[in-house]
């Protein structure tokens, strides 16, 4: 028996495949269109819940020299629609596309990011803190 784990699936061809029907994913494929519709990348991601703004900051702040270290034990397909990428892992490459991911800029407080976010909504760039990826 042939097992075998990966964060994108190496044959998905993005033609085929059809939006999880949820209201907050109707509106990501009104906002990005095309780009959302060839974004077929899955991944490990975990959700850290603190509650405690400044705390939380801090955290991240001390976490970015770990951020190798992490990539690479998420690593994703090298596959991207079937064909080899030459790539390790092709799922950054695919994201970059999207608007509103990557590394954010060093926050030093809650206070820096309320008002990042507060611009970026008020920009209409994002609907809420929740559209940041």
Not at 44 to 63: F, K, L, T
Request: charged share 25%; hydrophobic share 45%; with cysteine.
């Amino acid at each position: 028996m042939l097992r075998m784990a990966f964060g994108t699936h190496p044959g998905a061809n993005w033609l085929h495949q059809r939006v999880t029907a949820a209201a907050r994913h109707d509106r990501i494929m009104r906002d990005l269109q095309m780009v959302g519709s060839r974004n077929q990348v899955c991944g490990m991601h975990v959700h850290v819940e603190v509650p405690d703004e400044d705390r939380r900051i801090s955290i991240m702040v001390r976490i970015l020299p770990c951020l190798p270290l992490l990539l690479a034990l998420s690593t994703s397909s090298p596959f991207w629609q079937v064909h080899r990428t030459g790539l390790m892992d092709y799922r950054l490459a695919a994201y970059r596309e999207l608007p509103r991911t990557g590394l954010p800029e060093i926050f030093e407080s809650a206070a820096d990011v309320k008002r990042y976010l507060d611009v970026m909504v008020k920009a209409r760039a994002l609907e809420n803190s929740g559209f940041v990826w």
